[in-house]
């Protein structure tokens, strides 16, 4: 029996992973697999519930899973809170409680979808990247950290920190990847101004040595963003630390179309965490019009990293090619004046597309 918590959050978080439950339990029921699933509370909704983003018993669930899932957190409700009590905290203190130091967010671009990007179909057809965030250190996590005023003045400050086990460990989960895709890591980082960037660079070359067979090449942080949209298809691995990882997957993900499409795994010591990559999009919650794919696709990637079935994660990829095939859309992927679908009907189209095809 898996154990999976799954955390719902806030926004479109419910849809999504309503959506995303459906496809985990049409699995179940198809492979035989058992599967014990149990809703927590995360981010605002936790906030709401017991005054906290992330209440004790909420951390203790996430624990004692196997793999967790989860929606997005967030909202405009939130944003006059303290730091301490807004949302994005839950999130921030599941992944340093699990220790989910690695995050993999693959771009991948849909050949169904290459219209949906706002770059040429040329530029992005061959695109396949895997973005590997640090995501337990960096000036999210930094101190000291705070505001004040000085002479009058509002200031506010933050701490870019990493020591060189944090930078040593990351970068071999980047290495290990790229072993099984095209060999070649791009690190990114601002070693030009930044001294814990340049500590970045130092200790991933010296990892780079126990990787001989893979090629490594360091690229600072502006260029990078401004070479995934000049030409993405010369990226295979980047890794970079938390902030940067940040903003450069939300770029990466316009090569694919949409941001919806973007599934990741937050990996570590122990179990895995599946959310998408986007946010809890409050404009549309509860409208049933939100692309809950990045979430269907983060269950296929629990399927591989923490439930051991590399056979339906790819059954999981197979059935979303086949809606997509079948010309089905949500709203965010349609070309202009085609018929889109919504976010329920896209998840049961995926579970029908399972359920037809050969199993794993
Ligand atoms: C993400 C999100 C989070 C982050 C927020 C919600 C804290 O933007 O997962 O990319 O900044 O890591
Ligand atoms: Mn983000």
């Known amino acids: 029996m898996k154990k999976i918590a799954v955390f719902p959050g806030d926004g479109i978080g419910p849809e999504i992973t309503a959506a995303a ?47 967790v899932l989860l929606g997005a957190v967030g909202g405009p409700k939130w944003d006059s809170h303290p730091p301490q009590l807004r949302p994005e905290q839950g999130l921030l203190r599941l992944r340093k409680g699990l220790d989910l130091y690695a995050n993999l967010r693959p771009v991948q ?19 396949d990247i895997l973005v590997v965030r640090e995501l337990t250190g960096d000036i999210y996590f930094g101190t000291p950290r705070g505001t004040d005023i000085q002479n009058g003045l509002r200031r506010g400050w933050n701490t870019m920190v990493y020591d060189e086990n944090e930078i040593r460990r990351i970068a071999r989960v980047a290495f290990d990847a790229a072993r099984g895709r095209r060999r070649k890591v791009c690190s990114v980082d601002k070693a030009n101004v930044l001294e814990t960037t340049r500590l970045w660079r130092e200790v991933v070359t010296e990892v780079a040595e126990e990787f001989p067979d893979v090629a490594l090449e ?14 993405p298809s ?9 902030m940067f990882g940040d903003i450069l997957s939300d770029e990466a993900s316009q090569l694919t179309g949409s941001i919806g499409m973007l599934p990741s795994a937050s990996l570590g010591s122990g179990r895995g965490m599946y959310e998408p990559i986007h946010g809890s999009a409050p404009d549309i919650a509860g409208r049933d019009v ?50 889109s679908i919504g976010t329920r009907a896209m998840g049961e189209s995926v579970v029908a597309a399972l359920r037809q095809g050969g199993g794993a």
């Open 21 to 67: 439950c459906g496809v985990l339990e049409a699995v179940a029921d198809l492979s035989g697999m058992e599967i014990d699933m149990q809703q927590g509370l995360v981010g605002g909704a936790a906030l709401e519930a017991h005054g906290d983003p992330l209440p004790e018993e909420s951390l203790r669930l996430a624990l004692s899973a196997d793999a």
């Open 218 to 231: 360091h690229m600072y942080v502006d260029n990078a963003a401004m070479q995934l949209v000049r030409c």
């Open 290 to 339: 939100a692309n809950p794919l990045a979430t269907v696709l983060s269950v296929s990637m629990m399927l591989r990293h923490s439930l051991g079935s590399t056979g339906w994660a790819n059954q999981v990829e197979e059935a979303v090619r086949t809606v997509l095939d079948r010309g089905l859309r949500t709203a965010d992927i349609a070309s202009p004046g085609v018929a």
């Open 109 to 127: 671009v849909w050949p169904q979808l290459v219209d949906s990007s706002p770059l040429r179909p040329e530029l992005v057809l061959d695109v």
């Open 234 to 242: 010369q990226f295979d691995v980047i890794l970079t630390g938390n």
